[in-house]
């Protein structure tokens, strides 16, 4: 029985995952302001997993184009499933919690980078939403607008500059 049992596990797991569909989770930082509708309606023409595949957006949309990719994966998933999933590269860490119900997604995504040694410091971004999620195109689930001023240094001369960001959190489901 236990023979059975080692035999069918690896194909059972493999067939489960063969039925769950596909949730590709992005947090993305455009260096200017930009409104819902403006993203919305440019998001709605282009595949997530495509479009996040480097550090930098790829795309032929002038309204997504110039936006910085901060995390991106491509997770299992199912209706009625829970989403966890953490993953490690170098000294940066990314939590996935969240939920996915019939035709809606709730996630948090936490972000930390350093490395528990010695006077290392350690930075914790956390990007939480929820919404609805139809199957096919990507939907932002939640949107930020930080504006501010930093420091420049140029020529020995500090001058402040100000800075608009949008931080998008968005999804796309593919069953």
Do not use: C
Not at 116 to 132: C, D
């Amino acid at each position: 029985m236990r023979k059975l049992i080692a035999v069918l596990a690896p194909f059972l797991l493999t067939m489960a995952n063969l039925t769950a569909g596909r949730l590709d989770v992005a947090v993305i930082q455009f260096p200017e302001e930009k409104t819902l509708e403006e993203l919305s309606t440019a998001f709605s023409a282009e595949r997530l997993s495509e479009m996040t595949n480097a550090n930098r957006t790829l795309t032929q949309e002038a309204s997504l184009k110039g936006g910085y990719v901060l995390f991106a994966q491509s997770l299992a998933a199912s209706p009625g499933s829970s989403i966890n999933s953490a993953t490690r590269i170098k000294d940066t860490r990314a939590d996935i919690e969240g939920q996915l119900g019939s035709g809606r997604v709730s996630l948090t995504i936490s972000l930390m980078e350093g490395i528990k040694a010695g006077l290392r410091s350690f930075q914790k971004k956390t990007y939480a939403g929820s919404g609805p999620l139809p199957a096919g195109a990507p939907r932002i689930l939640s949107m930020k607008q930080i504006k501010g001023k930093a420091p420049s240094h140029v020529k020995g001369q500090t001058t402040m500059e100000r800075y608009n960001l949008t931080i998008v959190v968005v999804a796309q489901y593919t069953p």
